[in-house]
């Protein structure tokens, strides 16, 4: 039997279940990534990985993609 993934999105999302936002899991030691209005396509990376990315977003490295 498969253990059901408990997926998590941030508050910043707003409360509407319909908005559409990332959703973070941890499954074995990874992060799977997804977006809440494609759930079936899913990313896997590191917490490392993930780790140094959310570094760069809060230090302002991505602001130019927005």
């Known amino acids: 039997m498969t253990e059901?993934?408990?997926?998590?999105?941030?508050?910043f999302s707003?409360?509407?279940?319909?908005?559409?936002c990332i959703e973070l899991a941890p499954v074995?030691?990874?992060?799977?990534?997804r977006e809440s209005d494609d759930p079936h396509?899913?990313?896997?990376?590191?917490?490392?990985?993930l780790r140094?990315?959310?570094l760069g977003v809060k230090a302002g490295e991505?602001?130019?993609l927005i």
């Open 4 to 11: 059901a993934i408990n997926w998590q999105k941030s508050s």
């Open 14 to 20: 707003g409360p509407d279940d319909n908005q559409n």
């Open 28 to 33: 074995d030691g990874m992060i799977q990534l």
């Open 41 to 49: 396509v899913i990313v896997t990376t590191s917490t490392s990985k």
């Open 52 to 54: 140094a990315f959310l």
């Open 62 to 64: 991505f602001d130019h």
